[in-house]
Each structure stands twice: as structure tokens, then as C-alpha cells.
């Protein structure tokens, strides 16, 4: 871990008090000889040998990595390394790259990269075309609360921050061979996916539960773990699930997400238990927010809750920073953000420097393991 050195660990360790965080991040294989998706997960996964941190995606292309419940940043940035690197030493073996893209830059080989998995299968059997097509790569934050109950109050008050979340780790803008003037272009084709949506301002977690239970039985999705709300409430663990990020390009920009999203939900907490009033968002304002940000990144339009004033996101950053619990370490990697830019402003770079889909690749997976 010396690239965080003594500039990142004494501040990290300083938000051991707020909630507990887990982190999940997609990536994609692209192999050496033409920046292709490379098949190859299955033989990575065998060469790691049961290493649970490292799992299987959708596609045969993708890999997953999870990181344990941490209780600082320091934690976290330390498994989000050693996981980057583990996985990109196997992939190298098998004459690939692991890269942190929300988007494969060339298109996809479609349902017949499909990994041999019953849920897979199954998810592809009712939603053929939306599996064939929309495969990105998210970053997916779990973020520890007491109760449901609280957990959906959280989501409400998350709501207005989810465009701010996306512009932060927007990290998607090549696509089909070429530039998409996006910078998020997995935003938009993730959003296909009918549950694919911001939460709804629901007043219990019975009322979360009857939205889930209707989309199930429309056939929108397979079961809980499908619905695939921007932040959720975790099916599995006792946690808000934060999933409407890109998958981050280095290791620091996702440590940034991790903490930006726990401390919104820990203001979220402490709003609650002081009955601080936010402005609620019509959820097509919130869906118009999210494809500005995914457009324009942190130069979107954006309403601060607090005091409906709009401005573009690096503002509202400004203005949120001194509400969040704790927030030196945020405020440090925001600004280290903004000397080296955001992901999808790196991938630009690169891909102007880089001539070829090959060279392409090779640079982006450089950057993953930054």
C-alpha cells in the first residue's frame, strides 16, 4: 500500500467511528493481442484456486472482487490492492488484462460468454436481450445500518446524492470502438434494466418490501437479489447497498466512493434522529439528474437538498463536505481527485494517447492497479 503512504492511513483511520463498509467491484478481461473480452474467468478463478475474495460475473469476460467488513479506510483501500492484484497477476498468466472499465471499449460476444451458473442462466432465460447487452462493471458499496426500518429512511435521504455518486465515479466513456461524449456510458445501458431505478421515498420497510414483492411478481425481476434499485436495501447483509456507481479506475478513486458513501449514510443516521428536514425530489427530477451526470460527470446540474439551490456537482461536493461526520479524509481524496481527474477524464486521455485497442488496454490496466 505505498501509493496511500502516510497521506491516506492516520486520516482513514480516523472514521473507524462511523459505519461499517464493505466493498464490491465488477472488472473486465481484455486480452493482450487485440483489447478484446477475453473468456477466460474460469481459468483465472482455477489458477487463484478458491480464493474467495475473487468470484465470478455474468459473463465469462467479467470478474468480481469483495472485500471483507472493514471498519476504516485503511482496511479498505489495503483488501481493495491486494484483490486488484491478485486478480490481474492470474489474468496475466493467461495472456489478459484485468481492467476497471463501466464498459467493455469494443463490443461484446453477447449470451454465448455466459458463465455456466444455474442464476445466470436463468436471469438470461427471462432476460435474454438485457443480458446479452447490458453486462457493465459497477462499483457496489454496502454500508452497515441498525434496522430496515432506519435503512429505508436512509434511502430517501440518499436519493438526491445518487447523481453526485455517479458524476464522482464516472469512469465509462469509450465505448464501440470510439469516444461516446459520455461519461458514464454504462449508466445508460445499465438503466435498460426495468428495476434498474432510484428508490422510491418509501415510508417503511413493509412499503420497500411490497415495491420489491411487486416487481417480482410483474416479472421485472427473478427474485430479490435482481431488483437493482441505485441503493437498496442489502437482500443478504444488514446494510443499504449503494450500486449506482461505475466501477472505479484505481484503487484510490474507489476508496473515495467508500467513503463518500458511508458518510452520507451516517448524515443520513444523524438527520434522522434530529428530524432535519431535506428537500424530497420528485423522482423524475432525480432521473433527469442522473443522465445529466452520466452525460456531463461532475459539470451537471444538481439541487442541494438542504437548501434547493442548484449548482453544478463539484459545488454541491464543496457545500456537503463540511456536513459530513469526520470530513478530512473525504475532502483530501476529493481534492487529489480533482489534480488528477476523474476516471472517465483519464480513459480520454489514454485513449487519445494510446493509438490502438491493444495499447488501449494495456494503459487502462496500468491504471487499475494505481
Known sequence: MSAYGTTITPVARSMSRTPTVGVEEEFLLLDHAEGRPALT???????????PHVKAEAMRYQLETVTGVCTDLAQVAEELSRHRTLASRA??????????????PRHVPGLSALTADARYQELAARHGSLVASSCTCGCHVHVGVPSR????????????????????????????????GWASRRYRRWSRWPTAAPPRAWRSAADYDAAVCHLIRCGHAMDERSVYFHARLSPRYPTVELRVMDTCLSVEDTLLMAAMARALVALAIA?????????????????????????H?????????????????????????????????IAL????????????ARQRKMWSQAGTLP?????????TLR
Open 297 to 329: 460527470g461532475l459539470d451537471a446540474l444538481a439541487v442541494d437538498p438542504y437548501t434547493s439551490q442548484v449548482m453544478p456537482h463539484r459545488d454541491l461536493l464543496e457545500i456537503l463536505l463540511p456536513r459530513l461526520p469526520e470530513p478530512e479524509p
Open 271 to 295: 438527520d434522522v434522529a434530529r428530524d432535519v428536514p431535506i428537500k424530497v425530489l420528485s423522482d423524475r427530477q432525480i432521473v433527469a439528474e442522473l443522465n445529466a451526470a452520466a452525460r
Open 359 to 367: 495499447q488501449f488496454a494495456h494503459l487502462v490496466a496500468g491504471a
Open 41 to 51: 474467468a474460469p481459468a483465472v478463478l482455477a489458477l487463484l484456486d478458491g480464493e
Open 149 to 180: 426500518e432506519l435503512g429505508v429512511q436512509v434511502l430517501t435521504r440518499l436519493r438526491p446524492y445518487l447523481a453526485t455518486l455517479l458524476a464522482l465515479s464516472a469512469n465509462s466513456p469509450i465505448a464501440g470502438g470510439g469516444d461516446t
Open 91 to 104: 489474468a496475466e498468466e493467461l495472456g489478459c488484462h484485468l481492467v476497471a472499465c463501466g464498459i467493455a
Open 333 to 344: 481524496l476529493i481534492h487529489r481527485l480533482a489534480i488528477r481527474g476523474t476516471g472517465a
